[in-house]
């Protein structure tokens, strides 16, 4: 079964950090753009960022930029957004998607920044 | 970035009829490479996004062939030809033609 788990997210001060993982399975992940999307409480999808397969290119949306860096360890199946400078206006629920095509999500964990 | 207009924001639907959600984008979703890259994703209440449709028209395996997706250029609409209790959510669609990818508001489906 293909199958996308997300892990990490916690309640977090402002200007905090923290760093996001998504352990993919029954896939051959290296093979496969990946994604962050997030939802805040209430709200809709916004796409945050992603990494190619190899992981040579990297983008991110304009509210992250310099805050936010996406990686991935082919060996560890293993994707992972790592959060600095936290704001409350990061509050959400973060998903991992495989392709840019989104085709598989994962279950969500969810990350609050609050003092 | 390209700016997704759902319509309506709120579709009560009754058992057995059929809905339609439209989608508009603020620029053409056609690709250089002939594809329109535009998706339609299904969330539950306290569930994660499902992808139904990609590229305008093509169903997702396991999505029923009651779910259908249209549309060309700019304008795209969802179809439900007989809504069923288990289609209660939320209906996103989103484009990846150009990026960043963007989504639109979404569009909360509920029983009357």
């Known amino acids: 079964e293909v199958q996308l788990v997300e892990s990490g997210g916690a309640l977090v001060q402002p200007g905090g950090s923290l760093r996001l993982s998504c352990a993919g399975s029954?896939?051959?992940?290296?093979?496969?753009?990946m994604n962050w999307v997030r939802q805040a409480p209430g709200k809709g999808l916004v796409w945050v960022s992603h990494?190619?397969?190899?992981?040579?290119?990297?983008n991110y949306a304009d509210s992250v930029k310099g805050r936010f860096t996406i990686s991935r360890d082919n060996a560890k199946n293993t994707l992972y957004l790592q959060m600095n400078s936290l704001r409350a206006e990061d509050t959400a629920v973060y998903y991992c998607?495989?392709?840019?095509?989104?085709?598989?999500w994962g279950q969500g964990t969810t990350v609050t920044v609050s003092s | 970035d390209v700016v997704m207009t759902q319509s309506p924001l709120s579709l009560p639907v009754t058992l057995g009829q059929p809905a339609s959600i439209s989608c508009r984008s603020s620029?053409?979703?056609?690709?250089?490479?002939?594809?329109?890259?535009l998706n339609w994703f299904h969330q539950r209440p306290g569930q994660s996004p499902r992808r139904l449709i990609y590229?305008?028209?093509n169903r997702d395996s396991g999505v029923p062939d009651r779910f259908s997706g249209s549309g060309s250029g700019t304008d795209f609409t969802l179809k439900i030809s007989r809504v069923e209790a288990e289609d209660v959510g939320v209906y996103y669609c989103?484009?990846?033609?150009?990026?960043?990818?963007?989504f639109g508001q979404g569009t909360k489906v509920g029983i009357k």
């Open positions: 029954g896939f051959t992940f290296s093979r496969h753009w």
């Open positions: 620029q053409s979703l056609e690709s250089s490479d002939g594809n329109t890259y």
């Open positions: 590229n305008i028209s």
């Open positions: 989103m484009q990846i033609t150009h990026w960043p990818g963007t």
């Open positions: 998607t495989r392709e840019n095509q989104m085709d598989v």
């Open positions: 990494i190619k397969s190899d992981a040579s290119i990297t």
